[in-house]
């Protein structure tokens, strides 16, 4: 999966050291990763809601689903992606 | 173990502000791995994105989620977390958001440079920064395929209707086909379609709908005609191979199918069209051209189009000027159709464009100035508590006048008074002007889009007016205007003058409401990586904020400024460090914490600007010290791969990338791929790629057409060269993979 390329902008800030921004992006990689590895629900779930910055009620929206089960997807969510995580050897 | 109920209380506190060591040092451990991981998730970085394109992509995943699930309601208008929505790119199964991330993640890479170049003809309205003049934006509605909707309007927006009047229009309007619009100065207008597909006309900018069935199945038709500006296009894909979607200008034609372009028309109707993702095919005068990625071609009236040229964009220090510029110690050659902006001179910072020339080599289209070279300056608010013939003090503060001094006349010991001046190398303040402090004063440029009695709106501020406020007699509409004045304690912004403004710049007082984005005294305030914000500014300090408005209102911040009058007095200097541990630079002992910000490997005899408060003794407490002599500089350029092994790239040119495992690669390198290459140069130092983006796959090197007799026409300078053009230039010798086109 390609990287985000708006990562890529961090790189031409003078103020911005390069190795640190490549070590953030492999961990975005690695993210994608994990996320891949998800089911697809809980992967919408935990993307819009963590990544994206959507409260839970957006979510639920979005999505078309009660709050209540966009809390069960999301904690679901998050232990799959820690679980994924640990297997890939990120630590987040 | 927590139920889910309890994660969410847990993630509220987040939401709302909470520190994460906070959140976690109430729960158990057993407990608080996923609420360090949620918070973790959120910590990671964020880069600075357009919100245009984080609506217009929010738009679409709120339209993804209508197809999928009717009705549907839109998420609130603001980011709680501020959480990287460009990581939403992971999204497959909105694909057609994540679609528009990558499309538009492109677009935020290929044009950095465009972000402040606003007086150049040929200006996207991509704007590297965080938050939109502001903008209005339609609430998300239902669009049919035989209309376009006017999904955000920035500043004064129009539409010409079948009898052929100009009306002001607003975000949530239907444009219908036989009908125009077009945007005034400082301002900007987005379509959206039925498809998905989206049309950004930048300022100053007019296009008519021509024809419209925008079905998201079957054969979409979109055909636009571009009479002035610029616009962004955004087309969605579409299987049916009856499909159109055409932006027309008196020149020639750009058709797509699912791809993102840039078309600009200049007054003499020269017609421009940047692709940056997927092919378009550019038709003129009996001859089309298919522009891949990262190309861009020209097309005169009357003319066939130019042989396309891959586009070479960047920005960094000028070190030599002249026939051939180096800009961050790489060579662009220039001539006399190199546009050149605002008198860049070695030392000052500068963007360019341009394009490569068949030998490899690479010309600068254009150069504009970002940043004059760093002088060493000064400037602070106080109450005058001595004055003399050669010094005044000011809180505190021993500010040494002369003749070359601009003082304003009544001032008196007392005053609240701004003083301005430069930092001489003994450390010496030397004033160059001292003028009252207003309190909360403010002056910015904008575009008149209503005048009433008691107020008028100037790009989306409403501006009281009163019996004291002088105005320029004759301002209508559309007039772009310089206001100054005061922001009253009831949050009003009073005019004490509005006067005709040709300069395009912003500089008030205010008091923050939000950092993340910014926003001052209600105004949303744009920041970029050249923004110089104090560290430690919170919601609730005052701050002055300076800056420009670009062409599509958008206020970019040049400086946000803490102002504890009183009591925090702002310094910046440049000079080589002489000590360090105590820290003595110039003349002038720093002192540096554990708030300062080092950035660079800083050694003794280094030259570094150092920002932060001066103390009244004389001392400066660092906010930050920057290595300047270390800085690099990047850019980004396009090509095309020949052949890949494991270890090396063979470029379309035949020039050669050596792969190791310092490059950061996405996506699979091989032959005819289009990648995006990005490398930067320590001053004084070789190229380091340090990132190739695979962007497309081609089916064969792009040779393009032979255009007959095109040689004097074509300012790319393609007549000599062989195995150098990357395809454009009629003398390469083709390999087995050419073909040779449209002939």
Redesign the interface.
């Known amino acids: 999966m390609a990287l985000p390329l708006q990562q890529v902008d961090l790189v031409g800030s003078a103020t911005v050291d390069m190795t640190t921004v490549v070590e953030e992006q492999l961990t975005l990689e690695r993210v994608h990763q994990a996320l891949a590895r998800l089911d697809a629900t809980q992967r919408e779930v935990v993307t819009l809601r963590f990544l994206s910055g959507l409260s839970l009620q957006e979510v639920a929206a979005t999505l078309g689903k009660s709050e209540m089960a966009v809390k069960a997807l999301q904690h679901r969510g998050l232990a799959a992606l820690r679980q994924a995580l640990a297997q890939e050897q990120v630590a987040l | 173990m927590m139920s889910?109920?309890q994660?969410?209380l847990q993630?509220?506190r987040l939401?709302a502000g909470e520190s994460a060591e906070a959140v976690l040092a109430d729960l158990p451990e057993a407990e608080a791995?996923?609420v360090r991981?949620?918070a973790?998730?959120?910590a990671?970085?964020q880069?600075?994105?357009p919100a245009a394109k984080i609506a217009a992509q929010r738009q679409q995943?709120?339209r993804a989620?209508q197809d999928?699930?009717p009705p549907?309601?839109a998420?609130?208008p603001h980011?709680?977390?501020?959480?990287?929505?460009?990581?939403?790119?992971?999204?497959?199964?909105?694909f057609v958001f994540a679609v528009a991330?990558?499309t538009l993640?492109?677009s935020?890479?290929m044009r950095?440079a465009r972000a402040v170049a606003q007086q150049r003809p040929f200006t996207s309205t991509a704007i590297?920064s965080t938050v939109p003049a502001t903008p209005t934006t339609a609430a998300v509605q239902a669009i049919t395929p035989h209309d376009a909707v006017l999904t955000e309007a920035r500043g004064l927006v129009e539409l010409q209707t079948s009898n052929a009047q100009w009306t002001p229009i607003a975000a949530g309007q239907a444009v219908e086909a036989g009908q125009r619009v077009r945007t005034h100065d400082l301002s900007s207008a987005t379509l959206s379609f039925n498809d998905g597909s989206q049309a950004q006309l930048g300022p100053n900018s007019e296009m008519s709908v021509d024809a419209l069935d925008a079905q998201k199945s079957g054969a979409r038709v979109i055909a636009l005609t571009q009479w002035a500006g610029e616009s962004d296009h955004v087309v969605a894909h579409s299987d049916d191979p009856a499909s159109r979607y055409e932006v027309h200008t008196a020149s020639g034609t750009g058709s797509a199918k699912g791809t993102r372009f840039h078309v600009s028309v200049s007054p003499n109707q020269l017609a421009r069209f940047d692709v940056t993702e997927g092919v378009v095919a550019v038709a003129g005068k009996n001859t089309t051209v298919n522009v891949v990625a990262g190309q861009s071609t020209t097309i005169v009236v009357g003319q066939a189009p130019q042989t396309p040229v891959f586009l070479i964009e960047?920005?960094g220090q000028v070190t030599q000027a002249g026939a051939v510029w180096s800009i961050a110690g790489y060579p662009l050659k220039t001539n006399a159709s190199t546009i050149i902006l605002d008198d860049p001179q070695p030392g000052d910072w500068v963007s360019f464009e341009g394009h490569l020339l068949p030998d490899g080599t690479r010309f600068a289209d254009r150069i504009v100035l970002l940043h004059q070279r760093i002088e060493n300056s000064f400037d602070f608010t106080g109450a005058v508590e001595v004055i003399s013939t050669t010094r005044w003090t000011i809180a505190g503060r021993v500010v040494r006048v002369d003749a070359l001094t601009r003082i304003d006349d009544g001032l008196a010991v007392g005053n609240m008074v701004e003083v301005r001046g430069f930092v001489a190398t003994d450390g010496t303040l030397w004033a160059l002007t001292i003028q009252p402090a207003i309190a909360n004063a403010f002056r910015f440029t904008g575009v008149v889009q209503t005048i009433g009695a008691n107020a008028w709106v100037v790009s989306g501020i409403s501006v009281t007016i009163n019996v004291s406020t002088t105005v320029e007699p004759g301002i209508v509409a559309g007039d772009r205007v310089a206001v100054v004045g005061q922001i009253l304690p009831d949050g009003r912004w009073l005019a004490t003058s509005i006067k005709r403004a040709a300069l395009d710049t912003f500089d008030f007082v205010g008091v923050v409401t939000s950092t993340a984005p910014w926003v001052v005294d209600g105004k949303a305030i744009a920041a970029d990586?050249h923004t110089q914000i104090d560290a430690g500014i919170q919601v609730g300090n005052r701050v002055q904020v300076r800056g420009r408005v670009l062409t599509d209102g958008t206020w970019l911040a040049d400086s946000i400024e803490q102002l504890d009058e009183g009591q925090r007095h702002h310094v910046e200097f440049t000079a080589r460090v002489k000590h360090i541990s105590p820290w003595v630079v110039g003349a002038v002992t720093v002192t540096v914490d554990a708030h300062t910000q080092l950035?660079g490997d800083i050694h003794v005899g280094d030259l570094v600007i150092v920002s932060g408060n001066l103390l009244p003794d004389g001392t400066v407490v660092a906010n930050k010290i920057?290595l300047v002599a270390n800085?690099?500089?990047?850019?980004?350029f396009f090509t095309v791969i020949k052949s890949a092994t494991a270890s090396r790239l063979v470029l379309f040119d035949d020039q050669t990338i050596d792969l190791d495992n310092?490059i950061?690669v996405?996506?699979d390198l091989k032959a005819v791929a289009v990648i995006?290459v990005?490398g930067?140069v320590p001053v004084g130092g070789d190229l380091k790629v340090?990132?190739i983006?695979?962007v497309g796959q081609l089916d064969r090197l792009p040779v393009i057409v032979i255009i007959p007799g095109d040689d004097e026409n074509n300012p790319r300078d393609c007549k000599a060269g062989p195995g150098l053009g990357l395809g454009h230039c009629k003398h390469r010798q083709p390999d087995n993979n050419d073909k040779k086109e449209d002939d």
């Open positions: 889910d109920e994660l969410q993630l509220a939401e791995g996923l991981l949620a973790n998730l959120r990671l970085p880069p600075e994105r995943l709120v989620a999928r699930q549907a309601v998420p609130a980011r709680r977390w501020g959480w990287p929505l460009a990581l939403a790119g992971g999204l497959v199964a909105l991330a990558a993640a492109a935020v890479w950095p590297a960047g920005e990586a950035i920057i800085q690099e500089s990047c850019f980004t310092t950061k996405s996506g995006m990005r930067c340090i990132l983006v695979v």
